[in-house]
């Protein structure tokens, strides 16, 4: 998109005028994405629409993108009929007339469809199957409490990306493959994801895929609203959240809030199927909360080095499904731990049943001991965290 020259440097000149205060209050990544740093010092732009801010993201020099408003990528690209399917999953298909609401049908991407599924057509926004490439070098930072991207998520590519204070949006929230809001693919390492907020998506809130590059992201303070009207559960909670994927992956977890959502909260290790490389991703959950999960918080295959601590439970049914994978989640405080490169006792998580979690010291150990990256510096809070912290920091409007 072309722009007036002069009148955008003049916009552009009053907007870092008046959010400079803010700009000093974003800090930096804790844990495995603490090295990113975004576009670092460059002068901030605020896209003067939809396309405008699609083109800043995926042109080749660094940026730092502000966002003050919503903009809406629904209608952008119009829309697509075609032959889907209702999976058994979707025991509560939505009634005619009544509304809105009901199950998830699906999208037949990738083939997805089983011979076995009833056909059924599908009509969806185009823009939300298709994410938005990030190039490299890249803030995206909202202002306030008034950043909000509709209709499309982020497909991030590049290495060196910070996603923060944004709240992204209802994307066919109705259909299963409807699209992502955050998919992280091949090169997307050093990446921090921080007070973002996710909800009224189709498919995954975050996905990293299967991807050969290690990568290193931290996912900070954020907020995951599964809350839906079309639940591919039936249960008002929606299931696709977080899938961890990848083959070589490093990822800090912590000071999240997950609430209303019923499956993978998140799914970490295994493959896409059978036939395709186990992933093998470490994952570090610290100082979370899950809340309200009619369904499962963790859902770990094999590949999976997860160590879950100081983490709250309230009111979730199946806080870990199985133990697959290397997995360590203290009910009671363990001093096993500070034998480990931590140095220190791992945290007992809150509100979680002692059967949950894994008496055995030796996996204990082993499990933090992963956990020795140079210079890794777990971000935990170890002495008094209340639920409401959590609560009251995570997600937009809170920096
Ligand atoms: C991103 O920054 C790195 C480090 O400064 C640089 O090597 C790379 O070329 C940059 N990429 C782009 C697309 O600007």
Known sequence: MRLTGGLFVALATVTMTAVSAQVKLTGTARGY?????????????????????????????????????????????????????????????????????????????????????????????????????VAANKTIRGIGAAAVIRGKGLWLNSPNVIVQNVHITDINEQYIWGGDALYFNDKSTNIWIDHVKISHIGRQFLALDAGVVPRHVTISNSEFDGRSAFSASCNGAHYWTALFLGTADSITFHGNWLHDISGRGPKIGGGPTTTTTTSKTKLHAVNNLWSDVPGHAFDTHDGATVLIEGNFFKNVDTPILGHAGSVYIPATKNNACRFSPLKRACVRNNNILATAGMADVAAAAAVAAAFVDEAYAAPITTGRLAMADVRNNAGVGKI
């Open 33 to 133: 994405g603490r090295h990113t740093t975004g576009g670092g010092e460059t002068a901030p732009i605020v896209p003067a629409s939809p396309a405008h801010l699609a083109q800043l993201l995926a042109d080749q020099h660094p940026r730092v993108i502000h966002l003050n408003r919503e903009y809406n990528f629904k209608h952008t690209e119009g829309t697509t009929t075609a032959l889907g399917c209702r999976p058994p999953s979707n025991t509560c298909p939505a009634r005619a007339g009544a509304g809105g609401g009901g199950g998830q049908d699906a999208i037949n991407a990738v083939n997805w469809c089983l011979p076995s599924y009833p056909k059924v057509p599908v009509t969806y926004d185009t823009a939300g199957t298709r994410g938005m490439p």
